[in-house]
């Protein structure tokens, strides 16, 4: 049985590699039409906390809320340390083609201060449990990112386009005074005589330039979005079977039940994740802007989206008015990744983090692990509570 697991957990990491490195490819070619942030703040984040969400939903509507919110805490304690701390490092050392001193990250602000609120939010609101209400509340804040990050999006491309004009018609003219540095006496005349015919002309060159490059830029941007679908079909498809065989696997060597549900479970759960991270953090400075983006992103989707989900579950199971109850484990859960992630985000304030970072946060995630231990699982029963 044990053999079984094994192989079964090996066979499926390497499809979900596989779906990572489509991912992670999709999202590298279409940061360069939409933006690195953009594409790793929402759609590299939503594909990559796909697992997380398929197992809060079956969670939620079963009437299993631990569970269904201890996914999202776990994701959150783990990314925010280890995942962090693992890109940085594949960043800023030689396990990156084009390693970096440092990775400027002044252009997250917005982010950043965003998952603190809503890392606040969520454990203050927690206080009384969750009811339809902060449901409404987390869902309306992950639209708020949403629009966030488009109005950001739309101001860079505003920024950029004169610039980038700019930037071509000093080569266009460039280009033309060496033209006319060859051009002989004759020439010139003939274009004095006909001035229309010879504009036209070079009008309908540099339209047809643009026609022949317009395919094949069309072709490109087509071939990402398919190869980005299928790596996010690929870990639909593989995240399940994976968990599942490790989770098997943990129970046939003997692993403890909070080993299980505070390390392995989190780390299988964020499997695609990582795989994302580690690839476009090898890619330089392009890449880690993507995996930054996508790790802040991704998080401050577990805060929004994904608690608005075990809301909509809860409500599913049990009813409108029903409720997410508290109890003691959840309870220190939300305070410990409230403050790590606080602890996690105060460093990123500065203009640039690098490799010391990535250690910290690295000795940051021992520590938490650790903290679990102590932290005391005699639990009330989660169940419905009504809210006053």
């Known amino acids: 049985m044990t053999e079984n697991n ?15 490195w489509a991912l992670s490819y999709g999202a590298e070619h279409l940061s360069i039409k939409y933006g690195a942030k953009f594409i790793g703040r929402t759609v590299l984040s939503v594909a990559t906390t796909l697992p997380e969400i398929a197992i809060v939903v079956y969670a939620a509507t079963a009437g299993d809320y631990g569970i269904a919110l ?18 940085l490092i594949i960043a800023t050392t030689k396990l990156s083609k084009s390693p970096l001193k440092g990775i400027d990250v002044r252009a997250f602000k917005l982010d950043k201060i965003f998952l603190i609120i809503t890392a606040v939010l969520s ?3 927690f206080i009384d449990g969750y009811n339809y209400l902060d449901g409404f509340i987390f869902a309306g804040m992950f639209v708020a990112y949403i629009i966030m990050a488009l109005h950001e999006m739309q101001t860079e ?5 004169p610039a980038l004009m700019s930037s071509n018609a000093f ?8 033209n006319n540095k060859k051009k002989n006496n004759l020439e010139r005349a003939a274009s004095k005589i006909t001035p229309i015919d010879s504009k036209l002309e070079r009008d309908l060159t540099e339209d047809k330039k643009d026609h022949q490059h317009a395919p094949q830029g069309f072709k490109l941007m087509l071939k990402a979005v398919l190869i980005f679908i299928a790596g996010t079909v690929g870990i639909l498809i593989g995240a399940e079977p994976f968990i599942h065989s490790l989770e098997g696997l943990s129970v046939d060597v003997g692993i403890s039940a909070i080993i299980l549900a505070v390390i392995i479970s989190p780390i299988a759960g964020e499997m695609p994740e990582k ?10 400075a392009d890449g880690a802007s993507i995996a930054i983006s996508n790790v802040l992103g991704s998080k401050i989707l577990n805060n929004t989206l994904l608690l608005a989900v075990a809301v909509f579950g809860s409500m599913y199971h049990g009813g409108f008015f029903s409720a997410i109850g508290v109890n003691t484990l ?3 859960q939300m305070i410990l990744v409230t403050v790590v992630t606080i602890v996690a985000l105060i460093p990123m304030f500065k203009r640039e983090i690098g490799f010391k970072l990535g250690i910290m946060l690295a000795g ?5 692990i650790i903290f679990q231990f102590f932290i005391p699982h005699e639990s009330i029963p989660v169940g419905e509570t009504n809210k006053t």
């Open 6 to 20: 094994l192989i079964d957990m090996l066979i499926w990491l390497g499809e979900l590699i596989l779906a990572s």
């Open 70 to 87: 201890g996914a999202g805490l776990g994701s959150n304690l783990l990314m925010m340390t280890l995942g962090f701390s693992i890109m």
């Open 123 to 125: 454990a203050v609101l």
């Open 157 to 161: 491309k505003r920024r950029e386009t």
């Open 171 to 178: 080569k266009k003219n460039n280009r033309n005074q060496k």
């Open 275 to 284: 795989i994302s991270l580690m690839i476009l953090a090898r890619k330089g």
């Open 330 to 332: 959840l309870s220190y």
């Open 364 to 368: 940051l995630y021992v520590i938490s």
